[in-house]
């Protein structure tokens, strides 16, 4: 009997970070002068750079300002409960000590395994780690998928040569050699044939039982459900879910992209992300030197503060019922018996808030941060079949935090609404 995987730490986590950082860091999305559009990690691809020349950035990568301690620290202090490191992105270069390929950090002059490092602090601090590792993309072999540049087209290629020799080896040292991963992400798997992501799952959960894999594994066959780039679903989804997000326009450090998205944007999309039953795996891109960029610090430092006020709103909730109205004001979150209701748009006088046709009793409202009681009514309209819970909020003032948390405490935790037929 197959065994069931543990994903409680998963489910419960809710918000992860996500490390993009290579050989590209130190290009920082330009090429000749020029910004290379779609993702800084992918400029050797976009900028039609042949890959003997890229990989020359090898000879002169030296990160001596990565500090894993440092990162695993902040990650803590800004609210994730797991990371996700690319131990090898689409250019097919090992950021670890890999002694499958000569092509990975321990042949620059930084000669250190930034992932050991990584695994290391993860353990301590108490952090899960993950690793990704794009099993189908690899532009540095030539029967890797994606560089039809340099080598054969697509079609022509020995890939399952590559596979073998290359993909299978390097994922096994992974799960070898850093002891507990919490997760495997992998990416892109396009026309990968299916057995051979079979195989690349057998391994896995060979290696490490409990080991979760995303579902860009392909054809169903991950722990979870991978959603597209920056996209969040429009209704609850009841199966485990992620969606991996930037806090720019791209994953990899680019030093002319500062199109930094506001704390209250990044704030919400967890709430919806959590509300809808998923995870918000949300990325850093290191430059060259290993420095996380300060605009990813400050509105990661800001969500953090939120979070150590709030947290109880979003760790360990689980996915909302379908509400049967859009909230006006916001949006909401459910952990045990207590509704979440994060006002995200603060009403004017008299300051009312509704949620129509909750069906449990509610006993007791508190503003989450500072355990103020709030008035609230409950009320049924046979006619109708409708019910009415209304919270009073405070009056509003200056310097109102974007997301203003009430809590309700229901007086069961089996929570329904009455749906519109």
Sequence with gaps: MKKMKDMKWFLDAHYGLFIHWGLYSLMEGVHEGKEIPYGAEWIQK????????????????????????????RAKKWGMKYIVFTAKHVDGFAMYASKVSPYNIMNTPYHRDPLADLAAECKKQGLMLGIYYSQNQDWEDENGWGNELDFKKNEEKDFPKYFYEKAIPQVKELLINYGKVG????DTPYTMPIELCEKLRDVVNSLQPDCLINGRIGYDLGDYREMADNEI????????????VTLNNTWGYSRVDEHWKKTDEIIEKLVSVVEKG???????????????????????????????????????????????????????????????????RYPDFPYEILLCNLQQRVKKVTLLETGEELT????????????????????RKEGIPCDVVVRAECETDNLSFVQLV
């Design 376 to 395: 609230f009514y409950q009320s049924y309209e046979i006619a109708r079949n409708e019910y009415r819970f209304r919270v009073i909020l405070p009056e």
């Design 183 to 186: 997760l495997m992400w992998f």
């Design 46 to 73: 976009n900028a039609g750079i042949p890959v003997e020349e890229y990989r020359k950035l090898a000879d002169r990568f030296n990160p001596v300002h990565f500090d894993a301690a440092d990162i695993v620290s």
């Design 233 to 244: 679903p429009v209704l609850p989804y009841n199966k485990p879910w992620e969606t991996p």
């Design 278 to 344: 998923g995870n918000l795996l949300l990325n850093i891109g290191p430059d060259g030197l290993g420095n996380v960029p300060e605009g990813s610090i400050a509105v990661l430092d800001e969500i953090g503060a939120w979070l150590e006020k709030n947290g109880e709103s979003i760790y360990s909730a689980v996915c909302a019922p379908r509400f049967p109205y859009e909230n006006r004001w916001g949006k909401i979150t459910v952990r045990g018996n207590c509704l979440y209701l994060h006002v995200f």
